[in-house]
């Protein structure tokens, strides 16, 4: 089943925050975080790990709440670099080799 | 370093046309895997592969057919194309489950007409 992302879109100032929310209704393994720019491939942030601890990729950190199911993207003190589409991947833990389902994105635009 | 590799960039085909999607990573990645984005949709899964003559079904795998032979190459094949299939296509590949993520490939672009 798709996780669900929160927002769907968010317009940012330059040096401003936000947080970009991932859940799912299925025990966790693992979380992903992925940003794509328009016409490009995602490319990979980080990775979050049941039991693990939370991430940090430059200014980009993130929470996994394995209660919840829930994974966290905090984007501190925005760039203009920052805007794109932000997926999260998530998997369960099966012999699927790690298949990743993805959310339906959100997309960030960091404005001056 | 390449990476992950996928050609054509673009392609257009005609309702019933087949061709196929060539995928090949060079990380010497065990896992890999084929994904259509469409707007809005985020990325579906459409077949995976754990190694060279494993492959397996993902979320949307009518009409599409893969193989597996090698390590590197992970083509993905598309018969009686319809227009449903109109898509982005990207390829992805991993070291294995655990702490690493996914390399895609720059993806292909199909219109079907």
């Known amino acids: 089943q798709q996780p669900v992302q929160s927002p769907q879109a968010v317009i940012l100032r330059e040096g401003e925050d936000a947080v970009i929310n991932c859940s799912s209704s299925k025990a966790l393994y693992s979380v992903h975080w992925y940003r794509q720019k328009h016409g490009e491939a995602p490319v990979f942030l980080m990775i979050l790990l049941k039991g693990g601890e939370q991430m940090r990729h430059e200014k980009i950190s993130a929470s996994f709440n394995e209660k919840k199911q829930q994974s966290s993207l905090y984007l501190t003190a925005s760039q203009l670099s920052y805007s794109g589409t932000y997926f999260c991947g998530t998997a369960i833990l099966t012999g699927g080799g790690n298949k990743l389902t993805f959310g339906t994105g959100t997309q960030l635009k960091v404005e001056l | 370093n390449a990476g992950v590799t996928q050609t054509p960039k673009f392609r257009i085909l005609k309702i019933g046309q087949s061709m196929t999607l060539q995928c090949t990573q060079d990380m010497n990645h065990n896992y890999m895997y084929w994904y259509r984005q469409d707007p809005g949709m985020g990325l579906k899964l459409i077949y995976y592969?754990?190694?060279?003559?494993?492959?397996d079904k993902g979320e949307v795998p009518n009409g599409y057919n893969v193989s597996r032979s090698t390590t590197e190459d992970f083509p993905l094949r598309l018969e009686l194309a319809a227009p449903s299939q109109t898509s982005v296509y990207f390829c992805?590949?991993?070291?294995?489950?655990?702490?690493?993520?996914?390399?895609f490939g720059s993806g292909t672009r199909l219109t079907v007409v």
């Open positions: 592969s754990v190694g060279a003559g494993i492959t």
């Open positions: 992805a590949s991993s070291y294995g489950i655990g702490n690493y993520g996914y390399t």
